[in-house]
């Protein structure tokens, strides 16, 4: 098997203290949050004293002062397990690294650290109901009034939209521009004019919080607007690329684990006068996949080492999240099959992670968008295609 070269000691001891959070925080509750559709408040404040939110942050602004790779372990270690209620990385690797990379040192000091401690859960709100792909034709628009910007629209699908109390919120202050007119806005969902609509119901991922906000005559201080006014476009789209790899880093991960708990299945089922993973067939299958998660896992090992060095390009990003989450689907699909019936029952990790995998595809950026980014650094670029979140 080829060795794993990334991690350091130091990073494998985090990794321990991972597995046991999850071995005891998380996994003996998982179930009964997929029910609440959400994970309570004191998980994110057990997290945060563990030094598992934010945790490349700088210790300045509370984190832990870790790099990538720290992240890169707590996301496998969550994938692996099928926890998928709790969002600290969206929270932590998602949102925050916006305050980090484009807020003003106030805006830094005064969210950061509540981050980190799980004091604050942060939402990213980006998708609306009438697209998520085509960020630029975004409605959701802030209004500069004085000193203030009023906010008037709506966001759809929102990770933490439930249990957030701030959002970075991606709202047109140009109506009649399309990139340039996007600004992100710090929005405290304490404030007269927020609304969270329903919870989602969602056929996977149950244990994390989906919601509908709205936002009528929202007014927020100018001083909330994050990197500029107009920067907003531009800045999603170089933190893209890290969440694109976040999905990636998951897909390999989850595949993994599915691998696992197959082998670990068909080597005690019995049929035939033999074990399940005794037929030509499984044997392939688990041969086949775990051969195609092994060149995935050193592709993705390579675009996390880049990404350390602050080298990794959106396109290889793309390509990192396109191939692995197809990837994650299939082997999903495959393994869940030779758990036969039982692979269909939700009490079985392996249902659960089945459908959990299929918002891979589409969340962060559909399959489809990922191939245009590809394209587009391939060929050039068609005429409709600029318009989209590529
Ligand atoms: C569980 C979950 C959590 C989410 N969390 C968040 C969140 O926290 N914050 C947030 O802002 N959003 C979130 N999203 C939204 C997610 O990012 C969007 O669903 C995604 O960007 C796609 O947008 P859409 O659903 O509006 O689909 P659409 O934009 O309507 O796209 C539908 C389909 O059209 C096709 N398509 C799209 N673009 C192209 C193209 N350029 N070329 C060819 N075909 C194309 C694809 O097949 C795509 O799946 C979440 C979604 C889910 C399911």
């Known amino acids: 098997m080829i060795p794993r070269t990334i991690f350091s000691a130091e990073h494998e001891l985090f990794r321990a203290t991972v597995k046991r959070f999850i071995a005891e925080e998380v996994m003996p509750h998982h179930a009964a949050w997929e029910k609440d559709g959400q994970t309570p408040r004191s998980l994110w404040l057990k997290a945060g004293e563990l030094g598992l939110l934010c945790c490349n942050i700088p210790i300045e602004y509370g984190g832990m002062g870790g790099d990538f790779l720290h992240?890169?372990?707590?996301?496998?270690?969550?994938?692996?397990?099928?926890?998928?209620?709790?969002?600290?990385?969206?929270?932590?690797?998602?949102?925050?690294?916006?305050?980090?990379?484009?807020?003003?040192?106030?805006?830094?000091?005064?969210?950061?650290?509540?981050?980190?401690?799980?004091?604050?859960?942060?939402?990213?709100?980006?998708?609306?109901?009438?697209?998520?792909?085509?960020?630029?034709?975004?409605?959701?628009?802030?209004?500069?009034?004085?000193?203030?910007?009023?906010?008037?629209?709506?966001?759809?699908?929102?990770?933490?939209?439930?249990?957030?109390?701030?959002?970075?919120?991606?709202?047109?202050?140009?109506?009649?521009?399309?990139?340039?007119?996007?600004?992100?806005?710090?929005?405290?969902?304490?404030r007269a004019g927020f609304n969270r609509g329903r919870k989602l119901e969602k056929i996977g991922c149950k244990a994390q919080d989906t919601a509908e906000l709205f936002f009528a005559d929202l007014r927020v201080p100018a001083g909330n607007v994050l990197g500029g006014e107009g920067n907003g476009f531009a800045m999603l789209m170089t933190q893209l690329a890290q969440e694109r790899l976040i999905q990636a880093i998951r897909g390999v991960a989850c595949a993994e684990s599915a691998v696992r708990w197959t082998i670990d299945y068909a080597s005690q089922r019995e049929m035939f006068g033999q074990t399940l993973a005794d037929f030509q067939n499984t044997r392939f299958e688990l041969a086949d996949m775990h051969a195609q998660i092994l060149a995935q896992r050193v592709f993705v090992d390579r675009c996390i080492e880049l990404h350390v060095k602050g080298e990794l390009d959106a396109t290889d990003a793309a390509a990192a999240k396109l191939v692995a989450t197809t990837l994650?689907?299939?082997?999903?699909?495959?393994?869940?099959?030779?758990?036969?019936?039982?692979?269909?029952?939700?009490?079985?990790?392996?249902?659960?992670?089945?459908?959990?995998?299929?918002?891979?595809?589409?969340?962060?950026?559909?399959?489809?968008?990922?191939?245009?980014?590809?394209?587009?650094?391939?060929?050039?670029?068609?005429?409709?295609?600029?318009?989209?979140?590529?």
């Open 71 to 190: 992240t890169a372990v707590l996301i496998e270690e969550f994938s692996a397990a099928g926890a998928t209620g709790p969002t600290f990385y969206l929270h932590s690797d998602i949102v925050a690294p916006y305050i980090l990379e484009f807020g003003t040192e106030a805006q830094k000091q005064h969210w950061l650290p509540k981050m980190a401690s799980g004091e604050v859960i942060g939402a990213l709100g980006m998708s609306e109901p009438s697209g998520g792909s085509d960020v630029q034709a975004m409605r959701t628009n802030a209004r500069r009034e004085g000193d203030e910007y009023v906010i008037n629209g709506q966001k759809v699908f929102i990770t933490n939209g439930h249990t957030a109390d701030l959002l970075v919120l991606a709202c047109k202050t140009d109506p009649t521009a399309r990139g340039r007119g996007v600004s992100l806005i710090l929005v405290e969902t304490h």
């Open 328 to 390: 994650q689907c299939a082997v999903l699909d495959r393994c869940l099959q030779l758990f036969g019936g039982w692979g269909y029952m939700w009490e079985y990790p392996i249902a659960r992670a089945f459908v959990d995998a299929r918002m891979s595809r589409i969340g962060g950026g559909a399959t489809e968008v990922m191939k245009q980014i590809i394209a587009n650094s391939l060929l050039p670029k068609a005429p409709r295609a600029a318009k989209s979140k590529s």
